[in-house]
């Protein structure tokens, strides 16, 4: 970690200081293993290849380290050769490029740093971070970079300092913690008055219930990681190729997504050009299929819930910018006074705060392709 990054850092237990106690191995200002103290309480938290950790070793999340720790490059656009990755924070978010330009970024639930590669190449600084070990699967180059800082840290005690980013950032997280509602709420203290919140959740929808998650996940969720893994090479090698032949017929998409449980993102994956062999185009299904049935919680929202939370967090000009999967933007207002930016803000916000602007989602504009890799 750049130690430039102390000063937006706090202890995740009484949002004190924190300072450098320890720099065993550093490389100029960049603290590569040692410790941070904190200077209000004094609990120390260790430093580890770059990665400061604020969290347990082990929790309900540990199924995404297992899973990106043994996959760690597939999904990443540098590595297989695609822009998916970069065109679905661009097409959910509807930012450009230059929109992020200087913006300091916040992204939490980083998982093995998919989106934070891409992300740290537009803004002008990104801190990330997962509760599992899946950031240590984060690439090195990206760790290493001047504007970025990886962290293991958990979304309801995040160790920065409140209202100081630009940009607050969770690409399919909320779901996958155990009260989603509480933590947005601990999201949004982190966003500086005028900063814009992306969040998306797996909807809450009849359609997106119907995938084989929902119906096998309340078993596998259970099994041992390496059980999961061992059957999806047992049967992996079977249903991957019976699901890309089934999927050329549209009609039949939804019945497969609910009674063939395993995904198959080959096509997908060819038509964005990818570089990945056969065998990964393989293994990238088994990642997704390992994905959709080991997390602990799963529990979506629907994109006029999210739109409420954003309504009752006092955010204002939120936009509903996708349905299924639910994505929506929203900005917190300037105090009173700021200046005229806040004027058109506060007039905004004596709007009824439970209303919802029904806008039109992506998918209805039809900007969005039907066959998205990113259909999570
Ligand atoms: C489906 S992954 C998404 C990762 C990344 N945002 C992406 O789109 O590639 C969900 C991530 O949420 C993380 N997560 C779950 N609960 C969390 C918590 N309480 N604090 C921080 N991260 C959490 C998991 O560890 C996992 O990496």
């Known amino acids: 970690m750049r130690e430039g990054f102390l000063g937006t850092l706090r202890c ?3 949002s004190g200081e924190l300072r450098v106690s320890d ?15 904190c200077i209000g309480c004094g609990r120390t938290y260790a430093v580890e290849s770059r990665i400061p950790i604020f969290v347990e070793r082990s929790s309900y999340a540990d199924g995404f380290g297992w899973q990106w720790n043994r996959f760690q490059k597939l999904q990443r656009d540098s590595y297989n050769g695609t822009h998916i990755v970069r065109d679905t924070i661009l097409r959910r978010s509807g930012w450009k490029p230059e929109d992020l330009r200087g913006k300091s970024l916040l992204e939490c639930g980083c998982g093995s740093g998919n989106d934070t590669e891409v992300l740290s190449e537009m803004a002008g600084t990104v801190v990330s971070f997962d509760l599992s070990s899946a950031v240590e699967s984060q690439r090195p180059e990206v760790l290493a970079r001047d504007n970025v800082l990886v962290m293991r840290a958990d979304i309801n005690r995040i160790p920065v300092r409140e ?20 933590a947005f709420a601990s999201m949004v203290r982190h966003l500086r008055p005028g900063g814009t919140f992306f969040l998306h959740s797996y909807d809450l929808h009849w359609k997106a219930l119907l995938h084989y998650r929902y119906w096998l996940r309340p078993v596998t969720r259970h099994l041992p990681y390496p059980a999961v893994f061992r059957a999806l090479t047992i049967v992996g090698p079977v249903l991957y190729p ?14 497969l997504k609910l009674l063939v449980p395993f995904s198959n993102h080959d096509r997908v ?18 990642l997704i299929t390992f994905d959709a049935l080991t997390p602990r919680f799963d529990r979506p929202s629907s994109a006029d ?9 006092g955010l204002v000009d ?16 300037l105090r009173p006074g700021d200046d005229a930016a806040n004027r058109a803000g506060s007039r905004r916000r004596s709007a009824p705060r439970r209303e919802v602007p029904r806008v039109a989602g992506i998918r209805d504009q039809g900007l969005l392709p039907q066959e998205s890799l990113n259909v999570m």
């Open 269 to 286: 994956l060819r038509k964005n050009g990818s570089s990945l062999t056969r065998r990964e185009r393989y293994e990238y299904s088994v």
């Open 12 to 14: 995740p237990d009484c």
């Open 23 to 37: 720099r065993r191995a550093r490389s100029g200002d960049d603290l590569v293993d040692g410790e941070l103290t």
């Open 163 to 182: 209202e100081s980013f630009d940009i607050v950032y969770c690409h399919r997280v909320i779901q996958h913690t155990p009260d989603p509602r509480r």
């Open 305 to 313: 819930t999210l739109a409420s939370w954003f309504a009752e967090e």
């Open 242 to 255: 019976v699901v890309g032949l089934l999927q050329r017929a549209a009609f039949l998409r939804i019945p």
């Open 318 to 333: 939120f936009r509903v910018m996708h349905r299924s999967p639910a994505v929506v933007l929203g900005r917190k207002p």
